[in-house]
């Protein structure tokens, strides 16, 4: 009752505060906000685009300057089709200083604000590259590969060199404060609990592994990366390290346009993809198609050492494994603009995903004096196919009103998943027969379906401040089937384990509404918001009968605020509460015997993390020159992570604890650079230290560790239409509650030439050129050590060709984005 209760009174609330914004937003007279000495009503806007070629100019800088006082009175940056707009401007005379990387400076003389006349069109501006060579011009035109903006970093996966034969996980390589493990899950700034969106949208497979997620995403369908270090309560209060959002590229140009791309590498892999748009008038269509096939090797090993008082003994382990992956995705979906304030949108995406593998993994045990005690051979086979079905109705509708909008979504995902595996497990030992090997089989049955409703609601008030409130509902209902047998000699007959059965189901309901106020006061920005999401979940062991049900309601807020220093200098400082909660394989006890040494379950007495972020920030631009730098702190309470035991029989068991908490602060660093009209580069350094307290859980001491990465991009334009790319990876030693990472590096070089008229590209890449890329740790514990070596089979040579059919890439500085469905909106200041 008690949940019901608060449940109508958030409702309340949302339903008040829809009810009420309309009327405060037009009651307020205009220019009497707090501390204003005048009425601040002033608004100056216009267009800027390249001189040369007419292209708009993204992200530049607009910056009105007070002629009596020379003080910077407001200013704004120009979005994707190059307007900008100014506002809550005092009546007076002006400078307007327009400012972008690689570009001259423009000012524009006698901006004069009347009370009269308070509303001032630039019309289009058009700024001059700094160099007169015409194959240098169209370069610079082109969007940088890494945008720092206000509360979120972007990076233009067309400027990548992993946007060559790569999927998701290559660009994430590339990715400022982004590292990936030997298995392709990625983390934030030593964090891996992330949020991945997909156009702003849950991707519906959260209960997959962040790789398989990743690896289904080709590189060539990715317009950029989106990086929110600290989200505001706009977003979902999941994801204790921040949000990562693939922006795919979608087209809304009148008449038909596509993109076609195939690559090929070496180690039989492939991938393929079709893109096309249609649009006429109000309806826009668009449909699409993509690949990715390939075999992935990989090589271990693996030594533990236990010791005690009396003895000791020691396994070695050697693994060799084949991977095959076959994914597909196709996706198809309308837009139809009802009028000029209305949309409707729909759209259909149906994945398939198949991985087959096989395993070879020799183990040796030795006593306290090197002999033998059990010496045989596992060797796996497994296949996993996994299928999903995302269906997604959007709605948007804007006003007369610049800023007010309502948006609205429902989306339904269907996944399913069925798996097995057999093993051969042939002993070499004394006693035993190895022609008589241990051999199992099992088989895994999953689905998971999800259900989301939200809406949005954004509103301008008339003293120059912003509010936007909404809710979502979210429903995910999960079932686990797992099922084991073993081949009995005697009856020449399989028998099922019923000890290793498990039928795990899971459902979860997490309803949430929030609220923010964004406003303004001369050159300071701030913006303030609260969440409340309340959970109700139920895990149901089929087998044993146990029904461990939570319920819970939590309060997220968030706050972040905007300092202008100068036209090209800012500082911000944020905060925001976030949470992670356990997933569906971290909750569930099934015991995985893949390898009978080294056995792992999940734990249902798992609690959920929460996490206190604070960031303080500051940017700045010198003409060709930007930096950006970031000081950030974060405490955690309940820290979630896998803990690992030595069991009687040498047998270690790795499972999921909550940890008493952990600590993590650090600076990070972006810089951009162009040298000439030829030559370009960024880089991003993070360094951080963690202390981790698991001493109750696990007997150790408190971690404590020192860790950073560094991130180099450099472009090389040799002749026009041609670039080369280098990119350089390094990330050191790391820690985490009871392991050490040694330290990885690795570097990517990269060829593309356009031709046809730019409608053609050919393009050459090798990854991991020094095959220097390999993974080794050592995990201790309570009366053992593991020492682990990994290698994956990472260099590769790809050759790619695309066309783009009407100059699909280029013209995509003019799509309509009104027009569009998925975009993310963050919240502005």
């Known amino acids: 009752m008690k949940f019901f209760a608060k449940l109508f009174f958030t409702l309340t609330l949302l339903v008040f505060a829809f009810s009420t914004i309309d009327i405060y937003a037009q009651g307020r007279p205009q220019g009497q906000g707090p501390g204003m000495s005048g009425p601040a009503i002033g608004t ?70 009347k009370p009269s006349d308070p509303d001032i069109n630039l019309g289009v501006v058009k700024i001059k590259p700094t160099s007169a060579n015409l194959a240098a011009v169209e370069i610079t035109a082109e969007k940088e590969m890494m945008v720092n903006n206000l509360d979120k970093k972007i990076i233009n996966v067309d400027k990548s060199v992993a946007a060559i034969g790569g999927s998701a996980v290559d660009v994430m390589q590339n990715v400022p404060s982004v590292t990936v493990d030997a298995d392709g899950n990625v983390s934030l700034r030593g964090n891996s609990n992330i949020t991945i969106l997909v156009d702003g949208k849950p991707t519906g497979l959260a209960e997959i592994s962040s790789s398989d997620l990743l690896q289904q995403i080709p590189a060539t369908s990715i317009e950029s990366i989106e990086i929110i270090t600290n989200p505001s309560v706009r977003y979902d209060a999941e994801g204790t390290s921040g949000i990562i959002n693939i922006v795919l590229k979608k087209r809304s140009m009148q008449g ?70 076959e994914m597909h995705n196709f996706n198809a979906g309308l837009d139809f603009l009802l009028n000029d304030y209305n949309t409707l949108s729909f759209n259909y995406q149906y994945r398939k995903m198949s991985f087959t593998n096989t395993g070879d993994n020799m183990s040796v045990n030795l006593n306290h004096l090197n002999d033998t005690l059990r010496r045989f051979d596992r060797y796996s086979e497994g296949s996993r196919n996994v299928g999903s079905d995302n269906y997604t109705l959007s709605y948007k509708r804007t006003f007369s009103t610049k800023g007010k909008e309502l948006s609205a979504d429902f989306i339904v995902t269907d996944n399913a998943m069925r798996g097995g595996q057999d093993i051969r497990q042939t002993e070499f030992t004394p006693g035993f027969d190895p022609l008589k090997p241990l051999l199992q089989s099992s088989v895994s049955r999953n689905t998971n379906r999800m259900y989301v409703a939200q809406a949005n609601y954004a509103t301008p008030l008339a003293n120059g401040g912003r509010i936007e409130t909404g809710f979502k509902s979210a429903i995910k209902d999960l079932t686990m089937r797992n099922y084991m047998s073993e081949f009995s000699y005697p009856a020449n007959d399989w028998i099922q384990n019923e000890s290793a059965m498990n039928n795990f189901d899971y459902l979860e309901q997490i309803h949430a509404v929030y609220g923010i106020y964004s406003g303004s006061y001369n050159k300071f920005k701030y913006q303030a918001g609260l969440r409340a999401e309340q959970l109700i979940s139920e895990s149901d062991i089929k087998a044993a009968e146990d029904k461990f049900n939570l319920s819970y309601l939590s309060l997220f807020p968030s706050v972040h605020t905007v300092y202008e220093l100068s036209p090209t200098q800012q500082m911000s400082v944020s905060y925001s509460r976030r949470i992670r909660r356990p997933h569906n394989f971290q909750l569930n006890p099934y015991v995985d015997y893949s390898d009978s040494l080294n056995i792992r ?81 960024n880089a991003n350094v993070s360094l951080f230290r963690s202390v981790i307290d698991g001493s109750k859980v696990t007997g150790n001491d408190i971690s404590r560790g020192n860790m950073w990465t560094a991130k180099l991009n450099v472009t090389y334009i040799p002749v026009k239409n041609a670039s080369i790319m280098l990119a350089g990876n390094y990330r050191s030693k790391g820690v985490r509650a009871q392991e050490r990472m040694s330290a990885v590096y690795f570097a990517d070089l990269a060829f593309k030439y356009d031709f046809w008229k730019n409608n053609a590209s050919v393009s050459l890449r090798v990854s991991d050129i020094f095959d220097s890329r390999r993974f080794d740790s050592e995990t201790w514990g309570e009366g053992f050590t593991i020492n682990s070596k990994r290698k994956m089979e990472s260099r590769v040579v790809y050759l790619g060709f695309s066309y783009r059919l009407n100059n699909y890439k280029n013209r995509n500085r003019d799509r309509d984005r009104d027009s569009t469905n998925g975009e993310v909106e963050t919240d502005e200041f």
């Open 601 to 681: 379950y999940g734990n249902p007495k798992l609690k959920p993390e929460f996490i206190n972020s604070f960031e303080l920030g500051w940017s700045n631009y010198w003409g060709k020159t930007s930096l950006n730098s970031t000081l950030f702190y974060r405490y955690t309470t309940g820290v979630m992570d896998r803990v690992v035991y030595l069991l009687e029989g040498g047998v270690t068991a790795s499972t999921f604890e909550n940890l008493t908490s952990s600590q993590s602060f650090g600076l990070e660093m972006i810089g951009n650079q162009e040298f000439s009209s030829k030559l370009k580069a």
């Open 256 to 325: 038909l346009n596509g993109l076609f791309s195939v690559t090929a590498g070496t180690g039989d892999r492939y991938n393929s993809s079709i893109n096309l748009n249609y649009r006429k008038n109000r309806f826009n269509l668009f449909a699409g198609y993509d690949n990715r096939i390939g075999k992935f090797n990989s090589t271990g090993s693996s030594v533990r050492r236990a010791f005690s008082e009396m003895s000791g003994s020691s396994l070695f382990q050697d693994q060799n494994m084949s991977n095959r992956r």
């Open 44 to 113: 100056v806007k216009g267009r800027l685009l390249d001189e040369i070629t007419n292209q708009p100019v993204e992200y530049g800088t607009i910056a009105l300057i007070r002629v009596r006082d020379s003080v910077v009175a407001g200013g704004t940056i120009s979005d994707p089709k190059g307007n900008f707009r100014v506002e809550q401007i005092q009546p007076g005379r002006y400078i307007a200083r327009i400012q972008f990387m690689g570009y001259e400076t423009k000012i524009v003389k006698d901006v004069t604000i």
